[in-house]
Each structure stands twice: as C-alpha cells, then as structure tokens.
C-alpha cells in the first residue's frame, strides 16, 4: 500500500484502540478502581492512552507496510475526502475540548492566558494550523 494510506489507517487504527482502552478504564468499575488506587484516574487514563496510540501507531504502520493489498484510498478524490473528514473532525473535537476545560471542578484554569483569548481566534489558530500541517 501507499505511504499515505498506510498512515491514514495506522492513524485510524490506533485512534481506535486507544479510544477503546480510555472507555474501558473510565467503565469498567475493576479497572477503574486499579487505576484510581495509583493516583488519579483521568491523568493516568490519558497519559497510558496517549502512550498506547504511539506504539500502536507505530506497530500498525509496520505492518501495513509489508501489506500489499489495493485500497480505496489509494486513489487522490477518496484520500482528499478522508483526510478533509479527519481535520474537520479534529478540529472540531479541539474547539469543543478548548472550551469545555474551564469546567473542572476547583480549576484556577479560567485565569491562563489561553482561556482570556476569545473563542474565534482560537478557532482560527486550530484551522490554520490544521491547513499548515495537512498533507493535501
């Protein structure tokens, strides 16, 4: 398979083992107990979901590589889809996160610099970065 596709579904694939492991920690009572017993559950349940989505990023794209197979997204219109599908939805998941991180119980986060710069300029700041950073 292409390079790009390759990274398109170790991307996918990962998200959603990652994804997968995050909701298991957050419900499944046994599992979440183990986790809250070592410090508090929220950081620790990112912090392994981060690290997670890094070595399985990096395994599935060791193993697309040796793959072979033809793909849909192989061909330019599908792939442009995909990838602008991904940004918007990226990008909408980073205003919403943006937005809802005030809201944490006891928080002196209102204060940061970052939360007194209105709602559009951070908006802007993530389309431009996602248009910067795109591979299109």
């Known amino acids: 398979m292409k390079t790009s596709t390759n990274k398109i579904l170790s991307f996918l694939l990962s ?8 909701v298991c920690c957050l419900q499944v009572p046994a599992l979440s107990n183990a986790i809250s017993s070592k410090g508090n ?12 989505f890094c070595l399985a990023y990096l395994l599935f794209s060791l193993l697309l ?5 033809p793909s849909v997204l192989d061909k330019p219109y ?15 998941f980073l205003i919403r996160m ?3 991180e005030t ?7 209102v204060r940061y610099i970052w939360h007194i710069i209105p709602l559009w ?5 993530l389309l431009l970065e996602a248009v910067f950073f795109s591979p299109l």
């Open 121 to 125: 300029l951070a908006a802007a700041a």
């Open 15 to 22: 998200l959603a083992l990652s994804f997968g492991f995050a």
């Open 78 to 92: 599908p792939a442009t889809i995909a990838a602008m599908i991904l940004s918007a939805v990226n990008i909408l």
């Open 98 to 100: 943006f937005q809802l």
């Open 65 to 69: 590589a040796h793959l072979k197979k």
């Open 103 to 109: 809201e944490v119980y006891g928080s002196v986060s």
């Open 41 to 52: 559950i929220n950081l620790l349940t990112y912090a392994i979901a981060v690290i997670l």
